[in-house]
Every structure is written in structure tokens, then in C-alpha cells.
């Protein structure tokens, strides 16, 4: 069945329609394209790893198979390709300018994960109101490099660049708010950085990329996760040219991607803490197909619902059974389970579990601001649920789906 498409602006509707009838080669996705603009954009031409361009070329073949791809699908294709290839060309410069970057400290991080539409954006921003954490902000991680000796002007810029992005996201997918609302000086997710090493969820939450998906699961990804790490290591040392005599704090991130990656991400972050949430899969599973259906529809002119949930049904359960064989080699400790109905039932009984266990301390500041956060209404916002969506409409059946997760839903008090 053929999704009902999410409605872009009138003027890309008239644009894409009279698109019907030119060849839509005029924007080019090929990957020696991709490379020789980003060249020309920076002035560089050193990609490091060799395994980059491997991904990105993958990534380019998948676009190519997809056939029902509208004008402006392919435009802002192209936009995402050229944005990541410039932080990809900026930071295998800065690194070969300053590899003491590499020695940076970054020391016990606390990771967010689960699956998509599970909490995870909700407990992000709760966690993110203590001002003992660093958090990364969506411009900072939108334009990691600074380019400028002047850090502060330099960071101006950034954020400037960030707001444009955002802003060409926000009118081509005006609903987008509806299901994952992106603020510039607001705390985002890993997967930003992890586009710049190829290793990109927008591929197929987007762009529908799933031969690229199913590829990835088949390659070794350390190397994106260990520049996922120097990435990070490239954003503590920006702060400390700003703020010499500043203290450095842990890190907080969060990144539904990870579930897939888990021994990646451990062997990259050896000291990392992982707060996993869990929501039922009768829920999950179709939600993230709603996520899909907001954003793809906007850039095919056909996006199939039954492939989309026979996509996602798959690579969840590929995803969990990597997840669940890594986190029993190691220590229960690592990890910490948080069930979204408990977060946003009882948030405050569930953050001081999760502080207990984390063996750090609330202060007052921190409590009221998550009290703030909560009663101005945020906590709505920020929990799975905005956007409609019906199991049916991806060829999906409650009754399949606790089935074929019977053991989690088990396992995390979902089996009813």
C-alpha cells in the first residue's frame, strides 16, 4: 500500500511535478560529483580512512536504485551529501593540523540508547538541564570544525550555519516538528557526527537507503566509531581554546544508532555508561515507521508502507539480537534500564534511580530546572506520541509484532 504523502510547501509540489518531465540527472548524485564539489568547496582533498569513501560510494549506489526520488528529494540528497563530505575533508585537516587533539581527555560518557521513538530525546533533555553534564549542542554538531582563530566569532558562524541547514529542513518538512523537534542551541544526537565517517541513519530513515542498511550490518565499522570518538575529542578541545582554565565535565549523548553498533561503541568508549530505554515493541515498531513516513514522503513520490514495516520489523530484530549478545559481555552494571511508561509516569522517581546507580548526586539547581522543563509542558513534546500512525498502514499486526519480540517484551514488562 502506497503511504498518503505528508504534504510539502506548494512551491516544491509545482517543482517536483514539472521535474516529470526533464531528466533529474541535472542534479547529480554520483560519488565522483560529491567529491570534487566538497574539494572545491574546502580546498582539500585528503578523505583519511580509506573505508569513508568505501561507505560513501555505498551510500551514492543505494540513491541510485531508488527510482521514484522527486526533485526535491534529490536536492536535498545532494545538500546532505555535500554538507557531511566539507565536516569529513575539515576534520581529516584539523586532525593532521593538531593530532594532539587525539590525546584530548574524554573520559566516562554517558550514552542514551534504545530504539527509535523509545524516550530517548525525553531523557536527553531532562539529563541535559544539569549543568554538571556537557551536552552537545545541534549547531555544534551540525559544524564540528572551527575554522577561524577566534573561537568566539568562530562559534557565531557555526550557529549561523546551523540555522540555515534548519531552516531549509524546516520548510521542506514543516511536520517534521511533529515527531523530532531539532533546536539549534538544544542538545542532539550522535548520528550527526557519525554522518560525517558515512555511517548515516538519514540514509534510510529519509531516503529509504535499505540495501545500504543491510550492507552496513555486514562491515566493519570501528573506524567510524573510533572518528566518532576524535570528533568528540575535536569538540572538547575547541572548548578548552574558549575556557583555558574551565574544568572538563562528562559528556551526555544519545543516539538510537548505537543499538545496532553496541561493540563498536563500547570498544571506542571503554569507559562509557549506557542508560538503554524500552517501550513496547507494539508501539515502537510502528512509530518508527511513522518517523519514516513524515520524512520520505516528502522527497518519493511513492513510498510503499509494506516495505517500509517489513524494513524496519527486520532490522530491529537484526539490531536487537547484536544489542543483547554484546551487553551480556559485559558487566550488568554498564548498563541501566529505563522503561519509558516509568519516565513519563514518575520522571523524577525515575531520574533519581538513574543518578543512584550512576553514583552521582542531583543538586537543587538540576531539580528544579527538569521541574520547569516538566510542568512548562516539555515532557509532552519531547515523548513519542505527536504524529498519527496506524500499525495497518506498514503491513504490520500487533499480534506478529509481540511475536517476533516476545522475549524483550518479556523481559522489560511489555507482554501484556
Request: a positive charge; glycine letters at 6%.
Amino acid at each position: 500500500m502506497l503511504l498518503q504523502r505528508r504534504t510539502p510547501p506548494l512551491l516544491l509540489r509545482i517543482l517536483d511535478g514539472v521535474a516529470r518531465y526533464f531528466p533529474l540527472r541535472l542534479i547529480s548524485l554520483d560519488i565522483s560529483v560529491v567529491q570534487r564539489l566538497a574539494e572545491r568547496k574546502t580546498g582539500l582533498n585528503d578523505w583519511g580512512d580509506s573505508t569513508y569513501l568505501m561507505r560513501l560510494k555505498r551510500m551514492t549506489e543505494a540513491a541510485a536504485e531508488r527510482k521514484k526520488m522527486t526533485l526535491t528529494g534529490r536536492f536535498a540528497y545532494r545538500v546532505f551529501l555535500h554538507w557531511h563530505a566539507c565536516n569529513r575533508l575539515r576534520q581529516v585537516e584539523l586532525l593532521k593540523q593538531h593530532p594532539e587533539i587525539m590525546d584530548e581527555p574524554f573520559a566516562d560518557p554517558i550514552f542514551i540508547v534504545g530504539g527509535y521513538r523509545t524516550g530517548t530525546t525525553h531523557l536527553h533533555n531532562l539529563l541535559c538541564e544539569d549543568r554538571q553534564f556537557r551536552q552537545p549542542t545541534t549547531w555544534e554538531l551540525s559544524f564540528p570544525i572551527s575554522r577561524q582563530r577566534n573561537v568566539a566569532q568562530d562559534r557565531r558562524r557555526r550557529r549561523r550555519l546551523a540555522k540555515g541547514i534548519f531552516a531549509l529542513n524546516q520548510f521542506i518538512m514543516p511536520d517534521q516538528a511533529d515527531v523530532h523537534d531539532v533546536v539549534v542551541d538544544g542538545p542532539e544526537e550522535c548520528h550527526f557526527l557519525l554522518e560525517n565517517s558515512a555511517l548515516s541513519m538519514t540514509e534510510y530513515i529519509s531516503f529509504l537507503g535499505y540495501s545500504y542498511a543491510d550492507w552496513l550490518l555486514e562491515q566493519d565499522l570501528q573506524s567510524a566509531y573510533d572518528d566518532l570518538r576524535r570528533q568528540y575529542q575535536i569538540l572538547a578541545w575547541q572548548d578548552r581554546q574558549l575556557e583555558p582554565q574551565s574544568s572538563p565535565r562528562p559528556w551526555v549523548l544519545k543516539c538510537p544508532l548505537h543499538i545496532w553498533y553496541l561493540p563498536e561503541l563500547l570498544k571506542s568508549f571503554p569507559d562509557a555508561r549506557i542508560l538503554w530505554t524500552h517501550r513496547s515493541m507494539t508501539s515502537t515498531l510502528p512509530s518508527t515507521c511513522g518517523l519514516t513516513a513524515v520524512t520520505a514522503t516528502k522527497f518519493f513520490s511513492g513510498v510503499d508502507g509494506a516495505e517500509v514495516g517489513a524494513f524496519w520489523m527486520n532490522y530491529y530484530k537484526k539490531g536487537f539480537e547484536r544489542a543483547f549478545a554484546e551487553r551480556a559481555r559485559h558487566e550488568r552494571s554498564r548498563f541501566i534500564d529505563v522503561r519509558l511508561p516509568d519516565l513519563a509516569a514518575s520522571p523524577e522517581e525515575t531520574l533519581d534511580r538513574i543518578y543512584q546507580e550512576l553514583g552521582l548526586q542531583r543538586s537543587p539547581d538540576s531539580r528544579e530546572r527538569v521541574g520547569l522543563r516538566l510542568s512548562a509542558g516539555n515532557q509532552a513534546k519531547d515523548t513519542p506520541g505527536k504524529h498519527r500512525y496506524t500499525a495497518e498502514e506498514f503491513g504490520l499486526e500487533p499480534q506478529r509484532i509481540r511475536e517476533a519480540f516476545h522475549g524483550y517484551q518479556q523481559e522489560f514488562g511489555f507482554s501484556a
